[in-house]
């Protein structure tokens, strides 16, 4: 089975309805999260042996005087992840929570598969409301320490 294959075994496991991008190893899903909605894309990387998954509001732009905020904001949110990170095109703000695993010389399972789709979206349950308070005009380091608790260490 490939990298594709199990992960729509995983999608049909966990009951998310899907499609698969027809002619490429991609796999799209909406979901509706306690975050608001978003588009998830699962994308298989076969020669690699690596599956990313891509994670994205949808209809939520950041406005181009905010986008140097919100990707200071996302910088902060990533420090500690375990697993993933979110992206930002410092271009047109569109961002991305991303994560990925390699089994080069493994094999992925569809607990792997759901570790990476439910890590997502806790993270953007707990980092999109502020993302969106940032967009509102609240500055990066007191929206992430509205979630995150406040900075303990200062720079002198």
Do not use: W
Request: charged fraction near 20%; hydrophobic fraction near 40%.
């Amino acid at each position: 089975m490939n990298l594709t294959d199990i992960a729509v075994e995983c999608l049909q496991t966990m009951g998310l309805p899907h499609t698969r991008v027809p002619g490429m190893p991609v796999i799209n899903l909406p979901v509706d999260s306690p975050a608001g909605k978003l588009n998830m894309y699962i994308h298989s990387h076969e020669a690699a042996s690596r599956l990313f998954v891509y994670s994205r509001p949808q209809d939520l732009l950041v406005p181009p005087e905010r986008i140097e905020e919100v990707a200071l904001f996302l910088c902060r949110a990533n420090y500690g992840l375990p697993l993933g990170n979110f992206e930002i095109d410092l271009n047109d703000g569109e961002f991305n929570f991303k994560n990925s695993v390699d089994v080069n010389q493994g094999a992925l399972t569809a607990g792997m598969v759901q570790t990476l789709i439910v890590f997502s979206l806790e993270c953007y349950a707990r980092y999109l409301p502020g993302i969106q308070a940032v967009i509102d005009g609240q500055d990066a380091k007191s929206a992430i320490e509205t979630i995150d608790g406040p900075t303990r260490i200062q720079i002198r």
